[in-house]
């Protein structure tokens, strides 16, 4: 075994000393000396979060199959090892070889959440490689973002070589290949990143500049360099099943946020909701077979010994072999004891009889996210939901056997009113009624009601990338709203409401519709003490505030600020196959309070049918 990069004195003197360990079951180990890549896949949150992500459990399985490439991990070191690694010149390591990162070919690292900006600068400056691209040395290990953040990675673009956008895959190979063709060579940094520029879905922000306007609005983002692509098409992985899946998770020696094996059942959603990023940028929909599922959770559990399986998916119950694959995982694991995880439901489309099987193996809450409280409000946001299937399904869900209902709701949407926003407390009262008004042979004992409310933030990509934010006050002034609200109903006992945090959503507003400007602020905010931001113990909201005026920025700019339609945004320069004309077109049938139908109804024109597969290609009607 090799030696640990940290002494024992250092471990015994900080918390949760197993996280920065390794070894633990189905880790890979390979000898660093017969690799000709060492890759780095870093994750800017604590490990009990990291190792709970399934992107990053994709690409540890997709790198480490080259035997030419060794993928480790790395976390982000929690608070108290931070100072110990900083005051003794520890450097970042990975987990695997304990080896420090600046030795690896790559840093990559997933941007999952805003709040973790912070943190990312956390890991660079760890690592002892430069925070900024621009002062790493030329031996510098290439650092590379991924996920969901880079569909606007304009905020980050001075502390990364290069952006993967789109789905890890497709290209990542490619472009291990040309780094080893690279490496042979002995070209310089600046001659691999112009050649990974040309690689569909890397984007090189080094190669690109940026003008703006007198008043602060983006006049132009155009390429500094022959060959560089004007626009950076996401990359789609079609096929689902023949494709990378880890088989053999890793099983961590404490427990971490989701502590489960998980089946990814399905990518992309037809719903077409508003106010969802991951709904438009993970389009077409695309499923994964009953076959290859059964395979994988076979595999996965008899590797870990988990009792839990997770399907994962941005709607569940949408997937259309949900019943077979609960019926063959409950028939199959029943005596185990194992639980089946039902997240991302749709009150619309939930199967009873799937419900009172996996009501069998352990009862638990079930959650639902109607978003918002009123039929119009739920019609401007598209959802797709009448209040008379929302009350139908928990009716379904409590003769299953529940008494115990979470529901998600949005508040500070487009045009909410207050009718709406007092509507959330309205339909708990209802869903609850429901329950009281069943049959006492349905009841089993008082029902729990649980609202849980975050704020609206417009993410780049969406029909809502239009719509200004609301001021902090106004976020609190409609949350109490709400609450004195749920005070007054008559089932209060029954009803519980909690919301989400008003300063967190304004910095998540201003780092996720940001500009490269935004940079100096997340250094300055860095080299202030902000670091784990999404942890409220560790947010200061004020040095962020600070930060924004030492670099003469207005946050309302980036937040409560109105947008007109033809207004260049700092992530226009991505192509995710949705047209912009499309969201436009969504814009305006959420002022008009039109809904726009399933894509499993009809054909909206989006432009995802450019990818060649998935929903668009299974019984796609004429656009009007």
């Not at 030492?550 to 937040?559: I, K, N, Q, S, V």
């Amino acid at each position: 075994m090799n030696t640990l990069a940290l002494t024992d004195e250092t471990l015994l003197s900080i918390e949760k000393p197993v996280r920065y360990i390794g070894h633990e079951i189905n880790a890979v180990i390979k000898d660093a000396d017969a690799v000709d890549i060492r890759f780095a896949m870093c994750f800017p949150d604590v490990y009990e979060i990291g190792m709970s992500h399934m992107g990053m459990k994709i690409i540890y399985e997709q790198m480490n199959q080259r035997e030419d490439v060794w993928c480790e991990r790395v976390f982000s070191p929690w608070v108290d090892l931070d100072k110990k690694m900083r005051e003794d010149k520890i450097p970042l390591f990975a987990l695997e070889s304990q080896d420090p990162v600046f030795l690896f070919d790559f840093m990559a690292i997933t941007i999952q959440y805003e709040m973790c900006y912070t943190n990312i600068l956390q890991m660079l400056d760890l690592a002892q490689i430069g925070i900024f691209a621009k002062d790493r040395r030329e031996d510098a290990p290439f650092v590379i973002g991924g996920g969901p953040c880079t569909y606007n990675p304009e905020p980050l673009a001075p502390f990364f070589d290069m952006f993967y956008i789109g789905e890890s895959e497709t290209v990542y190979y490619d472009l291990m290949d040309l780094y080893k063709e690279h490496k042979a060579s002995g070209g310089t940094r600046r001659e691999f990143l112009k050649k990974a520029a040309q690689i569909p879905g890397i984007y090189v922000p080094a190669f690109y500049e940026v003008t703006y306007h007198e008043d602060g609005r983006i006049a132009s983002m155009m390429p500094t360099e022959e060959g560089v692509p004007t626009k950076v098409v996401r990359q789609v992985q079609m096929d689902l099943d023949n494709t990378f899946y880890p088989e053999k998770p890793l099983v961590p020696y404490i427990k971490v946020t989701q502590d489960r094996c998980v089946l990814e059942i399905q990518r992309g959603c037809t719903r077409g909701c508003r106010f969802c990023q991951a709904g438009m940028v993970y389009r077409p929909l695309r499923e994964r077979s009953l076959s290859m599922l059964e395979r994988v959770a076979d595999r996965s559990l008899r590797s870990t010994g988990n009792d839990e399986i997770s399907l994962s998916s941005l709607s569940s119950s949408d997937y259309r072999h949900l019943p077979e694959l609960c019926n063959y995982l409950i028939d199959n694991y029943r005596s185990k004891n194992i639980n089946i995880a039902l997240p991302s439901l749709r009150i619309d489309a939930f199967s009873l009889d799937v419900m009172s099987k996996v009501q069998d193996v352990r009862k638990s809450s079930l959650t639902f996210a109607p978003e918002a409280g009123t039929q119009r409000m739920r019609d401007v946001i598209n959802k797709g939901l009448t209040e008379e299937t929302i009350l139908h399904g928990a009716e379904e869900a409590f003769q299953g056997g529940w008494n115990k209902v979470k529901l998600y709701f949005m508040m500070g949407l487009p045009t909410e009113t207050e009718e709406d926003m007092k509507g959330i407390a309205h339909l708990c009262e209802k869903v609850a009624m429901t329950y009281y008004k069943m049959d006492s042979q349905y009841r089993h004992g008082r029902v729990s009601v649980g609202a849980s409310c975050s704020f609206f933030v417009p993410k780049p990509f969406t029909p809502f990338q239009w719509a200004p934010m609301c001021e902090e006050e106004e976020y609190t002034r409609r949350a109490h709203l709400v609450n004195d609200e749920f005070k007054a109903q008559h089932n209060r006992r029954s009803l519980s409401f909690k919301y989400h945090d008003a300063k967190t959503t304004v910095l998540e507003g201003i780092l996720a519709r940001g500009d490269r400007r935004i940079a100096d602020v997340i250094y300055t905010a860095y080299q202030k003490g902000c670091l784990y931001d999404a942890w409220t113990e560790y947010f200061h909201y004020d040095a962020w505030m600070e930060a924004m005026e030492e670099h003469g920025l207005d946050y309302h700019f980036y937040t409560t600020r109105e947008r007109s339609l033809d207004e260049t945004f700092p992530w226009d320069f991505i192509d995710i196959g949705v047209t912009r004309a499309f969201l436009e077109r969504e814009w305006n049938n959420a002022m008009a309070e039109r809904v726009t139908p399933n894509c499993r109804e009809k054909c909206s024109g989006c432009g995802a049918s450019r990818f060649g597969g998935g929903v668009c290609f299974e019984g796609k009607s004429k656009v009007d």
